[in-house]
């Protein structure tokens, strides 16, 4: 009997491993500097860090199409591009989750759903998802806001403090952060707690 329990709890373990994340061990926290990427965009285009010259920073947003807390938050990740793109902090999401797992995170449906919403960032696709173990993003969404003049992690974690409800918000931690960096002042609250959806893995 102790033999089966064994094996039993040896099988779960194998199991849940073959669905664990990616993150590196060395991924990004706050001060880190932040490696360029290319990624493919909805356009087809490839999109790096490199490519934008005349900003401020970035608000690197991990969403996705499928999961409930991303769709919650997408009128939201929206209206912080519109509102910061103009002053130099633009928003770049990318789609952490591996669409051989969820059909509907592949990139035609990123495209029709990109179509749908309006958005007016980048929505880019991690093919082989080698871009979120980096950052060490777990959830989707996930927020990164980092500076341009020295590629460095400002920001991790939620929007807000609702992650469903937007009528519920009543502290905006990702519109603070960008805020204070504007005003050439210290973020103060640099990490929250990101709530959301596990990344899916093959």
Known sequence: MKILKT??????????????????????????????????NIDNKTVSLSDYKNVKGFVIIFTCNTCPYSVANEDRIIALDKKYKEKGF????????????????????????????????????????????KFGATKTPHVYIVTKNDMKVKYIGAIDNSSRNPDKVTEKYAENALDALLKGEEVQKKETRAIGCSIKVQ
């Open 7 to 40: 094996t039993f709890v040896l099988v779960i373990i194998a199991f849940l491993s073959a669905f664990t994340l990616k993150v590196d061990k060395e991924s990004y926290k706050i001060g880190d500097k932040v490696e360029d990427f290319s990624l493919k």
């Open 90 to 133: 633009p928003v770049i999401a990318i789609n952490p989750n591996d669409p051989v797992a969820v059909p509907d995170d592949s990139f035609a449906k990123m495209k029709d759903r990109a179509n749908e919403k309006g958005f007016t960032f980048p929505y880019l696709l991690d093919v082989g998802q080698k871009v979120y173990p």
